[in-house]
């Protein structure tokens, strides 16, 4: 990688790691880390010394070591283990949501008072405001169609983070040490200097951020239920689905930590893991119905997703050929697979 390539994309780290540090500090608490409370401050002089820092680095930025041949992975693997991640999420929200059916009732038409209607705004900005409207109007008794599809919007887009997040890639290893051959002394000692700072907030080891994330994902599981008109409390769903599926969920967000680095580790640069927006009008160049009667042509405008169902991956290249090439294309649920559903 160039010199500006490798300092934009330094850049670019430092844009994400506010956001990135903010979730960080949820899931922090989560696992009851101590650092989360200064996660904020510790953002702050991030930015600092990095202003400081890339002075030095200017001359000589090091470029990550070459992982060794028996280590690295290739866009292939990626695409094979997102496959099988995709596969896994599906069956297991299938089950999931057939077993919160069976356990409690629901009641369609809850949609009234503040906090439901805030539950129902949270809940929107995730899966799609569409998805949210449907599962607050169809019955779900019978055929739980959708509280499947809304596990599995919930589950990926959750997983979609995890699979390219910066606290999930290795911490350390990420960053590399400089080639004291090839760089300045002051170059070498700037660059281990911001490898320190960065990694700082990289305290969460695998057993943790998988825990973190488990119960973040039941959280999110649990408003699901309840904007879908389940007749129990926010506790009551955690606890059931913590109970049930603590394991399963754990082991999802395994896979997604394995995919981020592979990521990291790939000789294809440029490789980032991908979901498509609710609302999103239908292309099939870059997306697949995962609910093709075969009977539409869905390439029109009047064609919206509903919501994702699986994640996806593409590949960006810089320079002469810049451009973005999908490796796996996402699947999605368009709007019309309410069509058929019991009112």
């Excluded at 094979?80 to 069956?91: F, P």
């Excluded at 019978?142 to 699979?163: K, N, V």
């Excluded at 082991?251 to 394995?258: E, P």
Aim: aromatic share 4%; net charge negative.
């Amino acid at each position: 990688m160039s010199l500006t390539d490798r300092v934009a994309a330094l850049e670019a780290e430092l844009k994400a790691k506010d956001t990135e540090l903010a979730e960080m500090k949820r899931l922090s608490s989560q696992a009851k880390s101590a650092n989360s409370a200064s996660a904020r401050d510790d953002s702050t002089v991030l930015t600092q010394e990095f202003s400081n820092l890339r002075a030095l680095l200017a001359n000589c930025i090091p470029d990550r070591p070459a992982a060794k041949a028996s280590t690295m992975s290739s866009s292939n693997e990626v695409v094979s283990a997102l496959r099988k991640l995709n596969s896994d999420i599906h069956q297991d929200a299938t089950f999931m949501a057939e077993s919160m059916a069976d356990s409690f009732g629901f009641e369609k038409g809850r949609e009234n008072g503040n906090s439901e209607t805030a539950l129902f705004q949270q809940v929107g900005t995730t899966i799609g405001a569409g998805l949210v409207h449907f599962l607050g109007t169809k019955s779900h008794s019978e055929d739980p169609i959708l509280i499947q599809i809304a596990f599995q919007a919930y589950i990926s887009r959750y997983l979609c983070w995890l699979s390219t997040a910066w606290i999930a890639s290795g911490g350390k290893e990420r960053l590399g040490t400089a080639d004291q051959s090839n760089t300045t002394q002051a170059a070498t000692a700037a660059w281990n200097a911001l490898s320190h700072i960065l990694s700082k907030h990289l305290q969460l080891d695998d057993t943790q951020l998988c825990f973190a994330a488990a119960s973040k994902i039941i959280a999110g599981l649990a408003d699901i239920l309840l904007v879908a008109g389940c007749d129990a409390t926010r506790s009551q769903l955690c606890d059931a689905l913590k109970q049930k599926f603590s394991e399963k969920i754990s082991l999802l967000a395994k896979s997604s930590m394995r995919i981020n680095r592979l990521i990291v580790n790939s000789m294809d640069r440029g490789l980032d893991v991908m979901v498509i927006k609710p609302a999103t009008v239908f292309d099939s160049t870059c997306m697949d119905d995962e609910y093709d009667d075969g009977e539409h042509d869905k390439n029109t405008a009047n064609n919206r997703v509903l919501c994702p169902t699986d994640m996806g991956l593409r590949q960006r290249s810089k320079g002469v050929n810049a451009g973005v090439r999908i490796l796996l294309k996402p699947k999605i649920a368009l709007e019309s697979v309410v069509d058929n559903l019991d009112d």
